[in-house]
């Protein structure tokens, strides 16, 4: 379970990042955050997963406050920025960097993964392409098991078979642990009956938090058309040409 009251963050030149985010997921959820470049989902994620200080009233990582519990136990937390990493750009064998995280430890996990990912133990990360360091990166982060995940557009160098056997490996540990998954992605192909929640962020606000049958239901009523001609692209469309027209409004004002 995922919650959070009043959460509000600021950058260090006083833009807002966060602004009185209320948030309430259930274990077992798996919620997209759908939103412009800007608009916060980074900066969310980075925050439930304890790595930016925030002010709250109430923030809840499957039981754990991230603030005061340094490293939560359960709490997984994959972003773009570890590819770029000098330290893994070295002459390292992918073998012991997965060892390094338990891959010897859970040997079904880690051995699926590789399978799922595509992923050779063989590999040397100094040779690796910035997409196998991805895999890679994804292999070490899922091997160990988590009870909540937060995902900032990893997938972005997948391709379509990958990232496809990912996504269904996901739902497969929603559904068999009750853990959750929080994943922010501008790719919504491939993702029809994956989600159980969407998230909305514009601005620094949770503008929509809701059970994904709830948003298209409404998106449908507004289009006048049946819920289930409504897509999660279009639903992302309706939200992101709604949130250019308000900044484009603030701007004149």
């Given at each position: ?46 925050v439930l997963a304890g790595k ?178 409504v897509s999660l692209h279009s ?19």
């Amino acid at each position: 379970m995922i919650v959070t009251k009043n959460l509000n963050y600021s950058y260090p030149n006083s833009t807002v990042g966060i602004e009185n985010a209320n948030i309430n997921l259930p274990s077992g959820s798996r919620t997209l955050l759908i939103g412009a470049n800007g608009a916060g989902k980074s900066t969310i994620l980075r925050v439930l997963a304890g790595k930016t200080l925030a002010k709250a009233e109430v923030i809840s990582v499957d039981g754990f406050d991230p603030f005061k519990d340094c490293t939560p136990p359960g709490i997984t937390y994959l972003g773009t920025e570890w590819a770029r990493n000098p330290v893994v750009r070295g002459d390292m064998p992918v073998a012991d960097l997965i060892d390094s995280v338990g891959g010897s430890y859970w040997t079904d996990r880690r051995d699926e993964l590789l399978d799922i990912l595509d992923v050779d133990l063989a590999w040397s990360m100094l040779k690796a392409s910035d997409g196998q360091r991805r895999r890679v990166q994804m292999v070490m982060g899922l091997v160990k098991p988590w009870s909540v995940l937060l995902l900032d557009e990893v997938t972005v160098d997948l391709d379509v078979l990958v990232r496809a056997k990912l996504l269904a490996y996901l739902l497969k540990e929603t559904e068999l642990r009750n853990a959750s998954v929080v994943y922010a992605t501008h790719i919504f192909d491939g993702l029809t009956g994956w989600p159980t929640h969407v998230a909305h962020m514009a601005g620094g606000r949770v503008d929509s938090l809701q059970p994904v049958e709830e948003a298209t239901q409404e998106l449908a009523l507004i289009d006048g058309i049946a819920p289930a001609q409504v897509s999660l692209h279009s639903l992302a469309m309706h939200w992101l040409i709604k949130d250019r027209k308000q900044a484009r409004n603030i701007e004149y004002l």
